[in-house]
């Protein structure tokens, strides 16, 4: 009878004396509770709220005191390529004098230049590869990420990249989702061919990694260097085929509809979105598409032409802000960083920034059920920051405030 009692007060816990943003869609604003407290249950929250009205059952299990710190959710990376090997600094040197991203991809670089790297990596070397980047996102608070493959372009190849992103959720305490993006770029032995390459993505890749269930979703490339929407509705007519849902990379170099396109199927996300025009907005907006804003790849390529936020805003699209930690467009492992990009390059408020790390990050994953706010019956995934007020998560710049990171009650 003790035991029992004291393994259930075990996995009760409270933590009090906080200031939250619960991030919760019903409350104005970050939904903030100057005197809150968030009890758990067996990994779930089962309170959250003002301090003074936490039921007494709550309070029977470990209490801690949070001596006014601020706790928002725990933050989510809805758009990674964490696994990756090797790295492209020589690529970035190149363009340091002078070359552009396409001129570096056109000459072989480029996404081809990562797919040698992995296809020649182990698994493990894979997972060891990404273990210090999703580290480094840990350490800011991270309790989810998503992790895309997309450097492997065969089944081979792409089943060990999205084995080694599910590994990473095994040897960290961090929720995984993993897309299947097998049409990021022809491969060489597609020999310029591809439309037959999308054919083997829709016959082969994608039928292989389903089988296994290794993905939960399904991305492209829709650009002038990768696909075009056409060959991209044949990937997304094959994952709906196989029941999952679809994202998209999207007007990113230029304006090919993609976001039109990823609104049609409904998609989850349309990810950049740089070139998307009105038309795009309001479909996205219709199909409820979020939009996912990514700062560190229009940084890191020197981009000028900026996503259109004001659209957005305008026709009510939710926007959500990841990293895209890529090897070459994006090398960026601080989601802290990132939401100072988006409201600095992009003039994101510090409240669209914190929910697009959180409640509109868990929506892009179709998560939201689950995680993304701090609210009753979803994951206790908690970050617990030495801050005064939230607009310092997004002000300051290589600064990492936090002080603890739950996830699931942990
Ligand atoms: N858009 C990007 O920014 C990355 N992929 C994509 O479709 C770039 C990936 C790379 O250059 O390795
Ligand atoms: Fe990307």
Known sequence: MAAESKSRAGALR???????????ESSAGLGVVERG?????????????AESEVPPAFAQGEIIDCEGRWITPGLIDCHTHLVHAGNRANEFEM???GATYEEVARAGGGIVSSVKSLRAASEDDLVAQALPRLDALMAEGVTTVEIKSGYGLDLDNERKSLRAARQLGNERPVTVRTTCLAAHALPPEAKGDKDAFIDLVAKTILPGVAAEGLADAVDGFCEGIAFSPE??????DKARALGLPVKLHADQLSNLHGAELAARYGALSADHLEYTDEAGALAMARAGTVATILPGAYYFIRETKKPPIGLFRQHGVRMAVATDNNPGTS???????????????FGM??????????????????????????????????AIWDIERPAELVYRMGFNPLHARIWRGQ
């Open 14 to 24: 409270l933590w009090r004396n906080a200031r939250l943003a619960t991030m919760a």
């Open 37 to 49: 407290a968030v009890a758990a249950h067996d990994g779930r929250i089962v309170y959250a709220g």
């Open 95 to 97: 363009r340091l004098a």
């Open 231 to 236: 060959q991209m509705s044949r990937v997304f």
């Open 331 to 345: 090398p960026l492992t601080s989601l802290l960083l990132t939401m100072n990009m988006a409201a600095t390059l």
């Open 349 to 382: 408020t510090v409240d669209e920034c914190l929910a697009g790390v959180t409640r509109e990050a868990a929506r892009a994953l179709g998560l939201l059920d689950g995680t993304g706010t701090l609210e009753v019956g979803k994951s206790a995934d908690l």
